[in-house]
Antibody, heavy 119, light 110 residues
Framework: EVQLVESGGGLVQPGGSLRLSCGAS????????MHWVRQGPGKGLVWVSR????????NYADSVKGRFTISRDNVKNALYLQMNSLRVEDTSVYYC????????????WGQGTLVTVSS | QSALTQPASVSGSPGQSITISCTGT?????????VSWYQQHPGKAPKLVIY???NRPSGVPDRFSGSKSANTASLTISGLQADDEADYYC??????????FGGGTKLTVL
């Protein structure tokens, strides 16, 4: 069974930083694209970023480009999202997702971690 | 980039069929056969129900089907069941290598 478990969410002040992690099991992590998707309170899904299997191809949504950095560790089966210069509008549940065999679709999802940006 | 366009809500009675549309541009929906659909129940993570426009992951009932014409993709659910009541989101690959979600559609089973 594929499991993706996010951690690192919490309360941070505007302008602050936070690093999210996602641990993966039950899949050949090093073979697949990985993504971050977020969902604001009562709002829809918003794609944030993706990284290919070896970390050499990375894409970002315009809303986070230059502030967020995605990375992965294929030895630890882990995905990361470094979030800097956080804004109130970044407040969301952040989901880690793997394409699996469904790329560019998102076949597997974690349960999400809540990031709250507030003073 | 602006979100793909979906109706805010649709409804249907048990046993009926409904269709949810997802409209984009030639730079996303119309340019690639990489549209996927997700089902999300309240408080839960999204679940993939259709990928590459028409394909179903294993375990997804064949009541769920997808199609595309020009810049508009569609998700059809036939034989509506109470558990189908959820939010549905479309997603497309784009010409700049990003992904783009629709605004979401709330399905109510009457």
């Amino acid at each position: 069974e594929v499991q993706l478990v996010e951690s690192g969410g919490g309360l941070v002040q505007p302008g602050g930083s936070l690093r999210l992690s996602c641990g993966a099991s039950g899949l050949t992590f090093r073979s697949y694209w990985m993504h971050w998707v977020r969902q604001g309170p009562g709002k829809g899904l918003v794609w944030v970023s993706r990284i290919n299997h070896d970390g050499r191809t990375i894409n970002y949504a315009d809303s986070v480009k230059g502030r967020f950095t995605i990375s992965r560790d294929n030895v630890k089966n882990a995905l990361y999202l470094q979030m800097n210069s956080l804004r109130v509008e970044d407040t969301s549940v952040y989901y880690c997702a793997s394409s699996g065999d469904y790329a560019p679709g998102l076949g597997y999802w974690g349960q999400g971690t809540l990031v709250t940006v507030s003073s | 980039q602006s979100a793909l366009t979906q109706p805010a809500s649709v409804s249907g009675s048990p046993g009926q069929s409904i269709t949810i549309s997802c409209t984009g541009t030639s730079s996303d929906v119309g340019g690639y056969n990489y549209v996927s659909w997700y089902q999300q129940h309240p408080g839960k993570a999204p679940k993939l129900v259709i990928y590459d426009v028409t394909n179903r992951p294993s375990g997804v009932p064949d009541r769920f089907s997808g199609s595309k014409s020009a810049n508009t993709a569609s998700l059809t659910i036939s034989g509506l069941q109470a558990d189908d009541e959820a939010d549905y989101y479309c997603n497309s690959y784009t010409s700049i290598g990003t992904l783009l979600f629709g605004g979401g559609t709330k399905l109510t089973v009457l």
